[in-house]
């Protein structure tokens, strides 16, 4: 099954290498067809990088006039066509069997709409889980964004018939993802795996 990747960025010459690297890391999905559906966001883009990406094989590039990531995740999300997406940050990595951890969730029960996993955050110096596990989050997925975020760039993968545009509609421009969140837990089955996946 086809998966679409969605990654907003604005393409710019500073950009360029994180970008190229998210990008690479949904080519090398292992078990699964990934598409990059990458949303050149504003007009700091550099030309010759977004004609490189354009000419990559499985990337598919959208453009929004104007910066604005909030709205480039719902231009994104309304030019999904595969049965599944994820988003990925433009200076995030997915691990090589991302997609298909989550995937295999999705697909082994029809009545789960999102499957959100744990991840490293890395420095320069170090690199940390995101969290430790996820437990927190399985009894009352509401109450435990409002105290700790569990839905991070990355760690997620939507189903794209339950998981429509209007989820990323009126998106605030800051805390996004605890937004979208709690928008998803108040209406939608949430899962949640321990595998580290980003």
Same mark, same amino acid.
């Given at each position: ?48 990088? +977004?004609?490189?990406?354009?000419? =990559? ?73 995101? +969290?430790?596990? =996820? ?27 339950t998981i429509g545009p ?24 949430? +899962? ?7």
């Amino acid at each position: 099954m086809k998966i679409s990747v969605i990654i907003p960025t604005t393409a710019s010459a500073a950009r360029a290498a994180c970008l190229r690297q998210a990008i690479a890391s949904v080519q090398a999905q292992v078990g699964v067809e990934a598409e990059a559906l990458v949303v050149v966001n504003g007009d700091r883009a550099e030309p010759t990088l +977004v004609e490189s990406i354009e000419r =990559l094989p499985a990337v598919r590039v959208l453009r929004l006039p104007q910066a604005n990531l909030p709205k480039a995740l719902l231009h994104g999300r309304e030019n999904v066509a595969a049965a599944f997406f994820s988003q990925l940050d433009d200076d995030d990595e997915l691990l090589p069997d991302a997609l298909r951890v989550r995937l295999d969730a999705l697909a082994a029960d029809d009545s789960v709409d999102v499957v959100v996993t744990r991840g490293l955050c890395a420095s320069s110096d170090h690199e940390a889980e995101s +969290v430790a596990s =996820l437990n927190y989050a399985r009894s009352d997925p509401l109450m435990a964004i409002l105290e700790r975020n569990w839905l991070y760039p990355g760690s997620a993968l939507y189903r794209s018939k339950t998981i429509g545009p209007d989820y990323f509609c009126d998106v605030p421009s800051y805390l996004e993802w605890t937004y979208i969140g709690a928008r998803l837990a108040l209406k939608r089955r949430v +899962v949640f795996l321990d595998d580290v996946t980003f």
